[in-house]
């Protein structure tokens, strides 16, 4: 299915937040996750299933000041 990422369309396998996250090698990374702008908190995201069409926001916390 696709989904916008960041943005950037993405032909993926995955149906679900989570599964999208490992698909696209963001496991194990600390982000933050929203769909269609609404914010996924990370328990959520397995149960947080996507569709055709739907954006995925991936945000990494930066450091700095």
């Known amino acids: 299915m696709k ?3 960041n943005g950037k369309m993405h032909n993926v396998a995955a149906h679900n937040v989570a599964h999208v ?3 696209l090698r963001f ?3 600390m982000v933050a996750t929203a769909v269609n702008g609404e914010f996924v908190p990370a ?3 397995a149960a947080q ?3 055709e069409g739907d954006r995925l926001e991936v945000l990494c916390p930066m450091q700095g000041g």
């Open 3 to 5: 989904i916008s990422v």
């Open 21 to 23: 996250l490992e698909e």
């Open 27 to 29: 496991d194990g990374t």
């Open 43 to 45: 328990v959520s995201r």
């Open 49 to 51: 299933c996507l569709a």
